[in-house]
């Protein structure tokens, strides 16, 4: 929805250049072919003027529906989280304003929110994957295994068991201090407070496409990663960003299209909302309960909420 507004208002600014440069052109012509063109600016400024009409329509819709669902959210969220604690991570371009809701959110429904961990750029460097790699082999349990893939994987891994505790063996007991404050020097990690516990759930908040820049791909690989490594060192975890990371060079749509983590991991693509944070919360739970699913409004979702 978002995405096509602003088509839109691009539309409806190149028709607006266009009448202005028919109008100068027009007093330029014969009177004949002057009046044609005076036709043509005419329709075009009708054309425009509906255009207008529809992007003013089309933001009161969702002005709308971003009130509504901000009304509604606590009915539909209320204890669905209660007693539970969650980490949120943010990828690297995570709006700010999207992760400070989002964590609002998470707290209307219950939860408890023991810290935020941000990924900083670097971490998706080609050089990073080797730091990764050596962070991994130094910090990990004694006793537990890395997975064999690459030196993204095994570093997310690490990370992810170093502030969660689902419960079960996954590895090795939470350490909130020494895992993290490695990564954190590295700088590859910084925290937005001291962690205040290991968490059982995880939110991780995308951001927008990755840079098309040849490297693309080695980029989303180690975001999926990292958000696949936060679902499966806890008890669950839902990877949600804005639409365009449900689109072209987006990490919740590599995810989807990836039919291991997508069997795993959830996902929502309309985080901005304030009924997608809902989708969020209420797909949080569904994932702690052993389900899994996609939501939101781009590409092949479950639908727009895991409701009922």
């Known amino acids: 929805m978002i995405n096509f507004r602003y088509h839109v208002v691009s539309l409806f600014a190149v028709l607006v250049a266009l009448a202005v440069g028919l109008v100068m052109g027009a007093g330029l012509l014969s009177s004949g072919t002057g009046t044609a063109a005076a036709v043509q600016v005419v329709d075009l400024q009708a054309e425009a003027a509906l255009l207008r009409e529809r992007v003013e329509s089309g933001e009161a819709t969702l002005a709308f529906a971003d009130a509504y669902g901000a009304q509604t959210q606590p009915a539909q969220v209320a204890d669905r989280l209660a007693e539970r604690s969650v980490v949120v991570v943010t990828l690297p371009d995570a709006d700010s304003e999207t992760v400070a809701a989002t964590r609002e959110s998470l707290a209307a429904a219950g939860a408890s929110i023991t810290g935020t961990v941000e990924i900083d750029p670097s971490w998706t460097e080609a050089g990073s994957e080797a730091v990764l790699d050596s962070l991994a082999a130094q ?18 891994v690490v990370l992810a068991a ?5 419960g079960e063996d996954t590895g090795g007991p939470a350490d909130l201090e020494g895992t993290p404050a490695a990564y954190v020097e590295s700088g590859l990690v910084s925290l937005g407070e001291p962690l205040r516990g290991p968490a059982t759930l995880a939110v991780v908040v995308a951001g927008g496409p990755v840079e098309d820049d040849g490297e693309a791909g080695r980029r989303l690989g180690a975001l999926a990663s990292l958000a696949a490594a ?3 060192q806890g008890a669950g975890a839902v990877l949600a960003g804005p639409p365009a990371a449900a689109s072209e060079r987006g990490v919740i749509e590599l995810v989807r299209s990836d039919e291991q983590r997508a069997g795993e991991l959830s996902t929502v693509d309309m985080a901005q909302t304030s009924l997608g944070r809902t989708s969020t919360v209420l797909a949080l739970a569904e994932q702690e309960s052993g389900g899994v699913g996609h939501y939101g409004g781009v590409g092949d979702v479950d639908g727009p909420s895991p409701l009922g």
């Open 139 to 156: 910090l990990v349990t004694s006793g537990a295994s890395l997975p064999d893939t690459d030196g993204y994987e095994r570093g997310a």
């Open 230 to 232: 936060f679902d499966s």
């Open 162 to 166: 170093s502030v969660l505790d689902s």
